[in-house]
């Protein structure tokens, strides 16, 4: 799961269910405002869960009770990935837990705080930062999720809870099967003066499909939007989900889609562009917010944590966490390659002509 609660990446054998077991073997502390010199006492915590994670190797080479590591209350904040591995686990039914502190709520993040904020059009009240070096594809501020710029504009869905929003769609005029290209009203895309940094995001039957766009050629009332490869190729060289007519549309429709990512889209409340070439963020206020004081973050790293065994002979076992809250996990795979998503959000990633594995030019 990517996003504002983001990403546990295991490979893990862990029971959840009620056990009975003996007093615990240690007990660590981590708090924000620790140091990895104290011995992790309650008196005198560490500061980061990975000196907790050294701790923890140690001493669990032979186990007795359980290992617990508390997470006392406050914000901490990861640049790396924390890697735990088979030598991270339990043994002899005793787990190593990480768990919140009681009564508390730490939080783990792999976002940064995007700062220094200055009126960039002042007429149409948007805002940038400069400097920012990543790249992201979220941004949240003052712990709302903001949109990237996007055509249409989002639509306000109270069903998602207090300021949740949707998105809305336009349709394709037609499906080039032949030139791998969509082809739409020239009017959607009129006023975007760098259309190689916009995808696509087109909804194929019951899949979402997310192309980075190379170019377009318009030709009178009509734009011929072309993709970048690999995801262009990829796309029109599967057999599913179907290209063309939207999914069991009667009479036949052409499938939905919107566009996303440009200053030029940026024209709606709550939304934002990152400009990765001069690493300039753009963004326009909601209502209420003040970007002198608003606390934006954006993801830097994909996954906080990582558990994952050697192989299936070396499996990290009898772990646990309990009552942390992870959030801001980024997730780049579409900016790099865009996204084919098939069913039940399976991700299509070999898709292409094989030699060497036989006949794949009839793909199904």
């Known amino acids: 799961m990517h996003g504002m609660f983001g990403s546990v990446a295991m490979g893990v054998l862990c029971l ?4 009975a077991f003996a007093a615990d073997q240690a007990t660590f502390y981590v708090a924000p405002g620790g140091s990895d010199t104290n011995d992790g006492s309650e008196a005198a915590p560490f500061k980061t869960i990975t000196q907790a994670q050294k701790a923890v190797r140690a001493i669990n080479g032979t186990m007795t009770g359980d290992i617990v590591v508390y997470l006392r209350e406050g914000t901490y904040s990861l640049t790396n990935t924390v890697n735990f591995t088979e030598a ?11 768990k919140a502190y009681p009564g508390e709520n730490p939080l783990i993040t792999g976002g940064f705080p995007v700062t220094g904020w200055s009126i960039h059009d002042e007429k149409n009240n948007i805002w940038k930062a400069e400097g920012v070096e990543t790249n992201f594809r979220q941004l ?32 394709l005029t037609k499906v080039d099967s032949t030139g791998r290209a969509f082809d739409v009203s020239a009017d959607y895309i009129k006023n975007i003066k760098n259309i190689e940094n916009v995808e696509i995001h087109v909804m194929i039957a019951w899949a979402e499909s ?5 170019k377009a050629e318009v030709n009178g009332g009509t734009a011929k ?15 599913y989900p179907m290209l063309g007519t939207a999914f069991m549309s009667n009479p036949p429709k052409q499938q939905v889609f919107y566009l996303e990512n440009s200053y030029d889209l940026l024209d709606a409340e709550g939304e934002w562009f990152l400009d990765e070439k001069e690493h300039v963020l753009y963004y326009k206020p909601r209502k209420g917010e003040d970007m002198q004081s608003a606390n934006v973050v954006a993801p830097r790293i994909n996954t906080l944590f990582s558990v994952l065994g050697k192989d299936t002979k ?8 309990e009552g942390l809250t992870f959030a801001h996990s980024n997730y780049l795979r579409p900016s790099e390659e ?20 036989g006949n794949w030019e009839k793909l199904n």
């Open 225 to 239: 939007l072309i993709p970048k490869d690999p995801e262009r190729t990829k796309l029109f060289h599967r057999a």
């Open 88 to 98: 991270d686990g339990g043994k002899d039914g005793h787990y190593v837990r990480y």
């Open 314 to 321: 070396n499996k990290v076992g009898y772990m646990a966490f």
């Open 338 to 357: 865009g996204f084919l998503d098939l069913q039940a959000a399976n991700f299509n990633i070999d898709v292409l002509p094989d030699p060497g594995r």
């Open 210 to 214: 997310i192309l980075r766009l190379e």
């Open 16 to 19: 959840a269910g009620t056990l």
């Open 140 to 171: 949240y501020v003052n712990g709302t999720k903001a949109s990237r710029a996007c055509f249409p504009n989002m639509v306000a869905a109270p069903e998602k809870g207090v300021g949740g929003m949707d998105h809305d769609f336009v349709r």
